[in-house]
């Protein structure tokens, strides 16, 4: 594989202020022809997340043709999962309802915060989401005891499919978590079937984290990018599976690095794959973990 950076598609600037900064965690929704929809999340004054989307043409990406005024999910009242912030997870679409993953935050005291995933679902063409439940669908367990994130969901073989950050253990500091990707499945995706399977284990010199995953199914093959952090930084990583649930880390070809300048030569993460017209693109974001906007990429033809 060999991406060709295509550039900045939208980085906040104050708009609203519940959108003071950042636009991270990219996750895409194709609209009709050419429109599609870009899900992110933001950051408003006190560091809060919120999940807001804009919409583009793929032919004249430097126009931005909507951007929301208010945010999809928030967080949620002060107590609750989400009450530090809510990031977006996946996206996904069944039947006349859209599912909306996403990680709740909360802070912490010993450790820097405890985090789960909720669902928030919207019914018909009107884009308005509403939380399933005040609790999370996945919180800690005897599986995942410490902290659970950023999961991507689809509906494959009558299955809702996830994968998700879990950390191993915590200790005193970011370095020490030892944070994975796992497998889960639901019948309804709403309960879900945790057995502990890790899907991308830890595995690169001085690497404490992998994250974000974002999971494309083609040919029978299951092809995962995700983020891969070692360090303070961020670089994209690249994997396969035949059945879904233990993949092959395959980062030597993954074929994107930071750059050499601008805005995202220090780091880059959270990617976002998807196919137009028989090419493929990904979403992705840089220095500062999406402080500095979505960028995206083409993969070159062989």
Same mark, same amino acid.
């Given at each position: ?8 598609? #939208? ?27 870009? +899900? ?8 809060? @997340? ?6 583009? $043409? ?7 043709? #909507? ?15 989400? $009450? ?9 679409? #069944? ?25 928030? %679902?919207?019914?018909? =063409? ?17 599986? /995942? ?23 191993? *253990?915590?200790?005193?500091? *970011?370095? /020490? ?5 796992? +497998?889960?499945?639901?019948? $309804?995706?709403? *309960? ?10 830890? &595995? ?6 992998? @994250?974000?995953?974002?999971?494309? =199914? ?18 994209? !990583? ?8 233990? #993949?092959?880390?395959? /980062?030597? %070809? ?11 030569? &220090? ?8 196919? *137009?017209?028989? &090419? ?9 973990? !999406? ?9 070159? &033809?062989?």
């Amino acid at each position: 594989m060999k991406w060709k950076k295509l550039g900045v598609l #939208f980085c906040p600037e104050s708009n609203y202020d519940w959108m003071w900064s950042h636009s991270s965690n990219p996750v895409v929704e194709a609209l009709e022809d050419s429109l599609y929809r870009i +899900y992110f999340s933001c950051r408003d004054k006190a560091n809060r @997340s919120s999940i807001g989307y804009f919409e583009f $043409d793929i032919r004249y990406p430097e126009k931005l043709l #909507f951007l929301s005024k208010n945010p999809l999910v928030s967080p949620g009242r002060p107590g609750l999962f989400d $009450d530090s912030g809510a990031s977006m997870g996946s996206l996904v679409s #069944f039947g006349t309802k859209k599912y909306l993953y996403y990680t709740g935050w909360n802070l912490s005291v010993l450790v820097p915060w405890r985090n789960s995933i909720g669902l928030s %679902v919207s019914n018909g =063409k009107k884009l308005e989401f509403i939380k399933y439940s005040v609790a999370p669908v996945i919180d800690r367990s005897e599986i /995942d005891p410490y902290s659970v994130s950023y999961p991507w969901v689809i509906y494959d073989e009558n299955i809702w499919k996830m994968w998700y950050g879990s950390n191993l *253990h915590w200790g005193e500091n *970011h370095q /020490d978590m030892e944070h994975v990707i796992k +497998y889960a499945q639901s019948i $309804d995706g709403i *309960h879900w079937d945790r057995k502990g399977d890790i899907a991308i284990p830890l &595995q690169l010199p001085g690497e404490w984290g992998v @994250s974000k995953p974002c999971v494309l =199914k083609e040919n029978g093959i299951y092809r995962m990018w995700y983020s891969s952090r070692r360090g303070d930084t961020y670089r994209i !990583g690249y994997a396969e599976s035949s059945d879904g649930i233990r #993949f092959i880390r395959k /980062d030597d %070809v993954v074929g994107i690095d930071v750059s050499r300048s601008d805005w995202d030569s &220090q780091m880059i993460e959270y990617p976002c794959v998807f196919d *137009h017209n028989n &090419q493929r693109y990904m979403l992705y974001n840089g220095n500062g973990y !999406g402080r500095t906007g979505v960028g995206w990429a083409v993969l070159e &033809q062989d």
